[in-house]
């Protein structure tokens, strides 16, 4: 920033000081305007809004402890210059405490501190300013990030006879790495899956937009080519894994991959690495589906296995992130079992589980959480 551009109000009850300080700093390119005592130097202050003021402490008819009160309410963030004769030390403590840029003690034997002082506390001032149009920027990026991401999450609530899905991700910051889908096939599949990306921010929301293209291209390919990976799990997430691996982002994910198979009332799974494994309840009773494997995208060449149950309704089927677990309150050693003990306290709707888990109303979170639940049979 030019000094021709810069505005010093200089409030002072010395003359000859005044005035010796005003030639130099005029010379030095600066803007001046000048005030002897303290009600003129405020007056001054709140007509002409200077970049920085600089100030004794020692003035009449209104000191300078009450001019910087004055001035700290009407601008919070002005660069305070204090030069002054003053040394009682409960005045100092006083300036220090209204957040001043520095305190330099008359007399002056060279006027070339106060510029570099000067030029210190705006470089301050300017950066920091910056700063915030940055941080509002990225704001509002983060903000059209988090719409657009939401955009791409299915319907909150699915309903098709007796088959409900419902889901929600909570995001730590505004975009998330979890991410939940649900897709009706056909007559016979129903895909629904959850993915945690490594990391936080733009990237990792990028791959989560990443894997559901690719999914969804593949359930394309299946109802016009017949590319049977969709509907097989193990070939999803090695495919998926591909896909990840060769965009080069220093990405992975972790991946809860389901396949119900309507007319044989079998579900066909894979497990990618993902944490907590996933927890399926009948007459009431929760248990962890087995299953193990790598994270998805670590490698391109990582194999998967497909486990297959068989399912009488009704039940459910309950997939959380990992980030579930940074939220869970109490003094407990097994924490996944202590996870199945709060299931037991709901029925397994999202609003239940989020009553009792609080996944929506616990501050300061430190992880994303998603939630999706599968459930089939009419007498749940």
């Known amino acids: ?23 130099y700093l005029e010379d030095a390119g600066y803007h001046l305007s000048l005030a002897p005592n303290g009600q003129e130097g405020l007056k001054l202050f709140t007509q002409s809004k200077p970049d920085l003021l600089i100030l004794d402490l020692d003035l009449p008819l209104m000191s300078g402890i009450e001019v910087m009160k004055a001035v700290r309410a009407i601008d919070p963030e002005i660069p305070i210059l204090i ?71 299915p319907p909150v609530v699915y309903l098709k006879d007796d088959i ?42 990028f791959v989560t937009v990443l894997i559901k293209m690719y999914i969804r291209e593949l359930a394309t390919a299946y109802l016009t080519d017949h590319d049977q990976r969709i509907v097989v799990p193990h070939l999803l997430l090695q495919s998926i894994a591909k896909e990840v691996h060769g965009e080069k982002l220093g990405k992975y994910c972790t991946m809860l991959y389901f396949v119900y198979y309507k ?34 995208g670590i490698s391109a060449s990582m194999s998967y296995k497909t486990e297959i149950i068989e399912v009488q309704p009704p039940f459910r089927i309950v997939l959380f992130s990992d980030g579930i677990f ?9 924490k996944d079992q202590h996870l199945l003990d709060l299931l037991k306290q709901t029925n397994q709707t999202f609003d239940s589980v989020n009553q009792v888990f609080k996944i929506t109303t616990t501050p300061d979170r430190l992880d994303d959480i998603s939630v999706l639940v599968f459930s089939k049979g009419e007498s749940l």
């Not at 470089?123 to 910056?130: A, R």
């Not at 409900?164 to 991700?169: G, P």
């Not at 629904?192 to 990792?204: P, R, W």
């Not at 940074?326 to 097994?334: A, K, P, Q, R, T």
Request: include cysteine.
């Open 1 to 23: 920033m030019s000094k021709l551009s810069v505005h010093l109000l200089i409030v002072d009850h010395e003359t000859m000081f005044r005035e010796s300080l005003s030639v």
């Open 83 to 153: 030069l002054t004769a003053v040394t009682e030390s409960h005045e100092i403590i006083q300036a220090l405490r209204l957040s001043i840029q520095d305190f330099l003690i008359k007399p002056l034997g060279d006027f070339s501190i106060v510029d570099r002082s000067i030029q210190k506390a705006l470089e301050k001032k300017y950066l920091k300013e910056e700063n915030e149009k940055i941080r509002h920027t990225l704001l509002e990026d983060q903000e059209a990030g988090k719409t657009v991401q939401e955009k791409t999450l």
């Open 164 to 205: 409900r899905i419902e889901h929600h991700v909570e995001p730590m910051l505004y975009l998330s790495g979890d991410f939940v889908d649900y897709i009706e096939l056909d007559d016979d599949h129903l895909i629904f899956y959850v993915c945690d990306v490594s990391g936080h921010g733009a990237a990792a929301a």
């Open 263 to 296: 007319k044989l009332d079998e579900i066909h799974y894979s497990v990618g690495g993902h944490y907590p494994n996933p927890v399926i309840i009948q007459k009431g009773e929760p248990r962890y589906l087995p299953g193990r494997g790598f994270p998805v």
């Open 326 to 334: 940074e939220i869970l309150s109490g003094n407990f050693d097994d």
